[in-house]
């Protein structure tokens, strides 16, 4: 089978076009031929950092196929059913561990940008009858992860407001979720054409970051001077002192980016004087990958994909999302 590896090597060079003998099915595992793959920022990361890997491995965490072969045992899927890999394949519920962290795709172990894939059933999630394949690989980290960080680490509620950092994969699956949650939505992006977007999608109110640098109190009057209940922060120590004016008492900060760096100053008194709560999240657990999918079967919710780039394409995908252009979700079909 043709795969992709990242081999030590500086950048995106490091992503390299090669073959490897089709995997065997052992008892309880599923074997799916991949149809389509998608990126998020975290592969940017993994890629930029391959030439420090001790061992190549292949990348992307998010893929969506058809199952091939069952192993013995299996009872879960069968041959032709359509079905996406959880980002951690490990973590079927409860709290995420060093063992399931240390097997995330496309990370730890090898991961979708391969034409055959194959794991263990209970790694596995069906894809929602409504969705395309190219569709259903934008799911299983930024639409979790959107997910989690609204309806599991927390629970958006009807005629609540939640603000949006950019028009990435998450924040725009956030958009879509909150709207059909019945909640109020606010949408931050330097881009006129992304605002307007946002804006068709559904969101409330746009924000210009750049135009506006103290947007958390231009959110936060946005909302008569109470601040929003949720903030979905994904940009890290550059976005988190915004984040705080924009909440109100008692908000919540859904943590989970690091668009803007891994360390900084916290705004500590921010936190206790507002009484504000700070969930960090990672992606989920196949149990809330499920949850998921009723809620996008249940509400019709096509995920909004930018770009999908042929499989010999894989470089000039990962280009075009480290370039920023994107709106939603860029695909690799495989």
């Known amino acids: 089978m043709r795969v992709y590896e990242l081999q030590p090597r500086e950048g995106f060079d490091a992503l390299t076009l090669t073959e490897r003998p089709s995997p065997e099915v052992a008892a309880g595992q599923v074997k799916v031929r991949v149809r ?8 940017l990361s993994v890629a930029r950092g391959a030439k420090n890997r001790k061992a190549p491995v292949v990348p992307l965490s998010d893929g969506a196929g058809e199952v091939i072969a069952v192993g013995a045992g299996v ?7 359509r079905v996406m890999a959880n980002f951690f394949p490990s973590w079927q519920d409860g709290e995420l561990s060093d063992f399931h962290h240390a097997r995330a795709l496309g990370g ?9 894939v194959v794991l263990a059933e209970t790694s596995w999630v069906r894809v929602p009858e409504h969705l395309s394949f190219e569709q259903a690989a934008t799911l299983p980290c930024a639409g979790v992860t959107a997910w989690n960080a609204m309806f599991e680490a927390t629970q958006l509620r009807p005629g609540q407001v939640v603000l949006l950092q950019g028009t990435g994969g998450v924040s725009v699956f956030g958009l879509q979720l909150a709207k ?13 054409a992304k ?3 946002a804006l068709e999608l559904g969101a ?3 924000l210009d970051y750049v135009a506006e640098p103290k947007w958390g109190d231009a959110a936060r009057a946005l909302t ?24 109100r008492y008692g908000g919540t900060m859904s943590l989970l980016g690091v668009l803007t760096g891994l360390r900084g100053e916290v705004n500590t008194y921010g936190l206790f004087h507002k009484a504000l709560r700070v969930a960090g999240i990672y992606v989920g657990s196949v149990a809330m990958f499920e949850r998921f999918n009723h809620a996008l079967s249940a509400n019709r919710i096509t995920p909004i994909v930018d ?15 480290a370039s920023g252009s994107h709106f939603g979700k860029v695909v690799i079909s495989v």
């Open 108 to 116: 730890g172990q090898d991961g979708m940008l391969a034409e055959e």
């Open 195 to 197: 605002r307007k977007r």
């Open 307 to 321: 770009k999908v780039f042929g499989f010999e394409q894989a470089r000039a995908a990962y280009e075009h999302l």
């Open 36 to 43: 389509a793959t998608s990126l998020n920022y975290r592969d």
């Open 204 to 206: 409330d109110h746009v």
């Open 75 to 81: 009872t879960r899927f069968k041959e032709g059913d």
């Open 224 to 247: 008569g001077g109470r601040g929003v209940d949720l903030v979905v922060e994904v940009g890290g120590p550059g976005t988190f002192d915004q984040s705080i004016a924009a909440l």
């Open 180 to 192: 059909a949650a019945g909640a109020t939505t606010i949408v931050t992006s330097s881009s006129e």
